[in-house]
C-alpha cells in the first residue's frame, strides 16, 4: 500500500458499532482498519458503553464501505461520532457529521459518500 494514503480517525464508536464498520470495511476485500484505541476508563457511571477509536486507511472502496455504514447508522446513536482526517504528512482535520452536513440525494449512502469524499479529498468516483 502506497505510503502518502491517507487515514480516518473515527471516535466514539460503541463496541457494536466497530463491529459493524469492520464487517462493512472487510467487504472491500482488505483490512484497511489499522489500529483500535479502547481509552483509559477512569470513573464513569456504572453501565456505560465504552467508547472506542479506530484508524482507517482511506480508498474509494473504504469511503464507499463507510458511507454505506453510516447510512445503516442514521437512526442509530451516531451524534457523538468525531471524524478525524489524518493527511500522510500528520496534518489533522477534524469534523463531526450530522444530518444536515450533506443533501440527500437519490440515497442517503451516495449523499454521505459525496460528503465524505468531498471532506477526505477523494474526489473521483468509487471503484470496486
Known amino acids: 500500500m502506497p505510503k502518502n494514503i491517507s487515514q480516518l480517525r473515527v471516535d466514539g464508536l460503541?463496541?457494536?458499532?466497530?463491529?459493524?464498520?469492520?464487517?462493512?470495511?472487510?467487504?472491500?476485500?482488505?483490512?484497511?482498519?489499522t489500529a483500535v484505541d479502547n481509552p483509559n476508563l477512569t470513573g464513569g457511571k456504572v453501565g456505560e458503553p465504552i467508547l472506542l477509536s479506530v484508524v482507517i486507511t482511506l480508498g474509494p472502496a473504504v469511503i464507499s464501505a463507510i458511507a454505506l455504514w453510516l447510512a445503516k447508522q442514521k437512526k442509530r446513536r451516531t451524534k457523538n461520532i468525531k471524524y478525524t482526517k489524518i493527511d500522510p504528512n500528520g496534518g489533522r482535520e477534524s469534523f463531526e457529521m450530522n444530518e444536515s452536513s450533506y443533501d440527500e440525494g437519490e440515497s442517503p449512502s451516495a449523499a454521505i459518500q459525496t460528503f465524505l469524499e468531498r471532506k477526505l479529498g477523494h474526489d473521483g468516483p468509487a471503484t470496486g
Open 14 to 33: 460503541t463496541s457494536l458499532q466497530l463491529a459493524e464498520l469492520r464487517a462493512a470495511i472487510a467487504s472491500t476485500a482488505g483490512d484497511y482498519i
